[in-house]
């Protein structure tokens, strides 16, 4: 049985103050859960939002990490200061990062192994856009975003790696991909880790993200295949977030 997860994505977003009113909300509000919870929250505000989840069991992750070790990289965070600001995810490769910063196949590889290299869970986020989808490319191009990170860390990696399938079409917009869309293709990402480890796709999470919210979230987290969510706007509400939590 694999354990859900649902993690907030605060994106750019929200002060210090208002990521510590929600932060509190959210570790007085949860209660008792047998699934992980975790929010990746802007880098500036990483120690700040620690503090207040120090006595909560919400795990805390980064929405980018750095993919070189240290040096002269302006502007980058590295996953050494990720450890050590108390991250226990980093996101890699969300489609904003792709399609704004411009990041490839191969940068994300290169975040997801320094994220690793310093004990950092990457979780790998893969999706279509609402053209590659019209022309039938979802597949292959889940499977370009898959391979460009099994090549280079391998498949002994997934033991310690979340994947978020989270469509572009779907992100921010409102539009959810349905129940049964959202499964098809996590039972395809699960398939192709298990033609590599039968092991590791048993055990690896795999999020659905996309418009996630309270009306829509006990029906996608039911399915076989989805192991959790990975929650944009509706994490910036914290009855919300919390009702998405207690979904599972
Ligand atoms: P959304 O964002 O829930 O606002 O669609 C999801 C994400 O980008 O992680």
């Given at each position: 049985?694999?354990?859900?997860?649902?993690?907030?994505?605060?994106?750019m977003?929200?002060?210090?103050?208002?990521?510590?009113?929600?932060?509190?909300?959210?570790?007085?509000?949860?209660?008792?859960?047998?699934?992980?919870?975790?929010?990746?929250?802007?880098?500036?505000?990483?120690?700040?939002?620690?503090?207040?989840?120090?006595?909560?069991?919400?795990?805390?992750?980064?929405?980018?990490?750095?993919?070189?070790a240290?040096?002269?990289?302006?502007?980058?965070?590295?996953?050494?200061?990720?450890?050590?600001?108390?991250?226990?995810?980093?996101?890699?490769?969300h489609?904003?990062?792709?399609?704004?910063?411009?990041?490839?196949?191969?940068t994300?590889?290169s975040?997801?192994?320094?994220?690793?290299?310093?004990?950092?869970?990457?979780?790998?986020?893969?999706?279509?856009?609402?053209?590659?989808?019209?022309?039938?490319?979802?597949?292959?191009?889940?499977?370009?975003?898959?391979?460009?990170?099994?090549?280079?860390?391998?498949?002994d990696?997934?033991?310690?790696?979340v994947?978020?399938?989270?469509?572009?079409?779907?992100?921010?917009?409102?539009?959810?991909?349905?129940d049964?869309?959202?499964?098809?293709?996590?039972?395809?990402?699960?398939?192709?880790?298990?033609?590599?480890?039968?092991?590791?796709?048993?055990?690896?999470?795999?999020?659905?993200?996309?418009?996630?919210?309270?009306?829509?979230?006990?029906?996608?987290?039911a399915?076989?295949?989805?192991?959790?969510?990975?929650?944009?706007?509706?994490?910036?509400?914290?009855?919300?977030?919390?009702?998405?939590?207690?979904?599972?």
């Open positions: 049985m694999r354990q859900s997860l649902i993690m907030g994505n605060w994106k977003n929200g002060s210090r103050a208002e990521g510590q009113t929600l932060a509190k909300a959210l570790a007085e509000g949860l209660g008792e859960v047998s699934q992980e919870v975790a929010v990746c929250v802007p880098f500036v505000y990483l120690t700040d939002i620690r503090e207040v989840l120090a006595s909560s069991p919400i795990a805390l992750g980064a929405q980018n990490v750095a993919d070189q240290s040096g002269a990289y302006t502007g980058e965070v590295s996953a050494t200061m990720l450890a050590d600001c108390g991250c226990k995810y980093a996101l890699v490769g489609s904003e990062r792709r399609s704004y910063y411009g990041d490839s196949n191969a994300v590889a975040r997801f192994v320094q994220a690793q290299k310093q004990g950092i869970v990457p979780v790998l986020c893969v999706g279509e856009t609402l053209d590659e989808r019209e022309q039938d490319k979802t597949f292959e191009v889940v499977d370009e975003q898959l391979d460009a990170v099994i090549d280079a860390a391998g498949i990696a997934f033991a310690n790696a994947i978020a399938y989270e469509p572009v079409w779907a992100i921010g917009t409102g539009k959810t991909a349905s049964e869309q959202a499964q098809e293709v996590h039972k395809y990402i699960r398939e192709r880790i298990a033609a590599r480890s039968q092991a590791i796709a048993d055990k690896v999470q795999i999020l659905y993200g996309g418009s996630v919210k309270p009306d829509n979230a006990k029906g996608l987290f399915m076989a295949d989805i192991d959790g969510g990975l929650v944009g706007g509706a994490s910036l509400d914290a009855n919300g977030f919390l009702q998405i939590c207690h979904s599972v």
